[in-house]
């Protein structure tokens, strides 16, 4: 399972990926029951009446409301079992950690997935998931480098030898940016618009700090002065300058990261460059602008958003493996 704050994969053994799903719910304000999850819950974001709130419950990276957790991985649990049939009554699942967790954070990821309905529950750090995922050799002694630009957090990991040498996580990445654009739309225009729409905006018209030919999307909201609704034309060069701080603390914490690496394994970076995984990898120009800020190469993994969930599932046919042949 890779339980991250904007989606929830799921990774079985025989078919693959299986579940990919908005870590979203939609829950009763009274009772305090899920009645919604995933797609149709995130069609709700702003939509509700007072009745329902819909909630994101990592959304800033960690388990921020455990109960509520635990009822979207029951959720996840049953589709899934749905989808495979009655077969798999108590699995076994890996679950990949930021690597900035603390261990009270992972004991409740833990806890969250066993609660949920699993037989035994393994644990591994994200960086190294999405490294596996990615194609990375990371059982061998070389550097592998990755940046994992999520919706809450971007997670920058230098791995080596199967574990984490060094990393950094900054909660700045997809849904900061979503942010800055509902704050300038706001600032600039008198319009309000919400998350899904500024979303919408950053995948359409949003650049990393790069040149390119200019656009512009036509948006709808609500005119704050009038309270009515209003359309505005918005470009991609003010969607560029609106992202720019959230670009740059990115940027500063893969600096950060990438000085902090001992000496020796610098080289094969020079040599390897850096994976680009998240959905924020596929913000347009992203690559193009980090290999020139930081002068290594910069490529994207094959399938940013679902690098880490296939890594994580490889690691636990891994360890199957290894258990077996411990037998
Ligand atoms: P997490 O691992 O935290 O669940 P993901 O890796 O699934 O996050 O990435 C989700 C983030 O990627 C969201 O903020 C989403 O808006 C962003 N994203 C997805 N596709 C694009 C795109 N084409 N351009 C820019 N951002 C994107
Ligand atoms: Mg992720």
Redesign the pocket.
């Known amino acids: 399972i ?1 339980l ?5 994969l799921v990774y079985t053994k025989n078919k693959g990926i299986i579940l990919n799903e908005p ?1 979203v719910v939609a829950v009763d304000t009274k009772t305090r029951q899920v009645i919604a999850f995933g797609e149709e819950a995130k069609s709700m974001i702003g939509k509700t009446p007072g009745s329902i709130t819909v909630i994101r419950p990592l959304k800033d ?1 960690v388990i921020a409301d455990f109960d509520v957790t635990t009822d979207m991985l029951r959720m996840v649990m049953k589709k899934v079992g749905k989808k495979i049939g009655s077969s798999i009554r108590k699995p076994n699942v890996m679950v990949c950690t930021p690597s900035g967790a603390t261990s009270v954070e992972r004991r409740a990821i833990h806890d969250a997935v066993k609660n949920s309905g699993a037989k035994e529950v393994h644990l591994i750090e994200e960086p190294v998931a999405a490294a596996i995922g990615a194609d990375l050799p990371v059982s061998e002694p070389i550097a592998s480098v990755i940046v ?6 971007t997670e920058v990991g230098i791995i080596s030898f199967g574990g984490v040498v060094s990393s950094n996580t900054v909660k700045i ?3 900061r ?2 942010e800055d654009i509902i704050h300038f739309v706001r600032k600039q225009f008198n319009v309000l618009i919400g998350e899904r729409t500024a ?1 919408k905006i ?2 359409e018209v ?1 650049y990393a700090l790069v040149p390119h030919t200019l656009e512009s999307m036509e948006v709808r909201g609500r005119d704050v002065m009038t309270g009515l609704p209003k359309t505005i034309t918005i470009s991609s060069v003010e969607v560029q300058e609106t992202l720019r701080e959230s670009l740059l603390s990115i940027l500063e914490a893969i600096r950060v990261t990438l000085e902090s690496c001992p000496p020796e394994l610098s080289g094969d970076i020079v040599d390897q460059g850096v994976v680009l ?4 990898a ?3 120009g992203m690559q193009e602008w980090l290999s020139n800020e930081i002068s290594v190469p910069v490529h994207i993994a094959p399938q ?2 679902e690098s ?1 969930a296939i890594g994580t599932g490889r690691s636990l046919v891994m360890m199957d493996k290894i258990q077996k042949v411990a037998r």
């Open positions: 890779d991250g704050t904007a989606n929830i870590s990276g994992d630009i999520g919706g809450g957090t990445a997809g849904d940016m979503d979303e950053k995948m949003g995984t998240g959905g924020g596929l913000l347009k940013p958003l880490v």
